[in-house]
């Protein structure tokens, strides 16, 4: 079974471009999650979607970033502009509804000089 | 912190010895899971214990819940050089919301 795709997987930026993420989850799973990982830290979520529609995106700094899930398949997580503090892994998570467990892909490690 | 606390942050232990990591929260749960990240990878889901438990056993791997001081622990038997990574408790407050990520624990097991 395919995991979770992420592409990028590195991605170097200067401040105030923009830059995208996309994640294709596991072929089924309705529930896709973006998470932020700061160096020696946790993951913490910054969206989620049950299929095409956002269940959560409170801790999503709307300012800057932007996330869609078209069709309730693929996604596209953006950041523009971005700034040094945005300098992170980007992991994108799946799962079936309403289960627990998540699965989640290897990340994009985005640094923003 | 908010999303609580693990300890130790950091454990170093030789291969063969047994591992432990705890986590503490602060809200109410319906669940607590625990993954494990291996560096510049994704993370790993290793166990899930739901609130009404209180023991779970997965191969070398033993979580226990005590809802009562909102803390967890899992313990690694045997532990091998491969388990060296990261390990990240994090508590979903609903069936299929978000998890909370703890800051984790860096477990390095010496050969």
């Known amino acids: 079974e395919a995991g979770v795709a992420q592409s990028p997987r590195y991605k170097i930026i200067e401040k105030r471009q923009s830059v995208a993420f996309w994640c294709n989850p596991i072929?089924?799973?309705?529930?896709l999650y973006w998470y932020q990982q700061i160096l020696g830290q946790g993951p913490k979520l910054l969206i989620q979607f049950q299929n095409n529609g956002v269940v959560d995106d409170s801790q999503l700094p709307k300012d800057r970033f932007s996330a869609e899930r078209l069709k309730g398949v693929d996604s596209t997580l953006k950041i523009q502009p971005a700034k040094l503090e945005d300098s992170a892994v980007y992991l994108c998570?799946?799962?079936?509804?309403?289960?627990?467990?998540?699965?989640f892909g290897p990340g994009t490690r985005l640094l923003v000089l | 912190s908010q999303q609580g606390e693990e300890d130790p942050q950091a454990l170093s232990i030789q291969e063969g010895e047994n591992a432990t990591m705890n986590c503490s929260y602060k809200?109410?749960?319906?669940?607590l899971q625990w993954y494990r990240q291996n560096s510049g990878r994704g993370l790993v889901h290793l166990i899930l214990i739901r609130s009404n438990e209180r023991e779970k056993h997965s191969g070398r791997l033993r979580v226990t819940l005590d809802t009562s001081k909102k803390s967890s622990s899992l313990l690694i038997t045997a532990s091998r050089a491969a388990d060296t990574a990261s390990y990240f408790c994090?508590?979903?407050?609903?069936?299929?919301?978000?998890?909370?990520f703890g800051e984790g624990t860096q477990l390095t097991v010496n050969p």
């Open positions: 998570a799946s799962s079936f509804w309403q289960k627990e467990t998540q699965y």
């Open positions: 072929s089924g799973h309705a529930t």
């Open positions: 809200t109410s749960i319906n669940n």
């Open positions: 994090a508590r979903g407050e609903t069936s299929g919301s978000r998890l909370t």
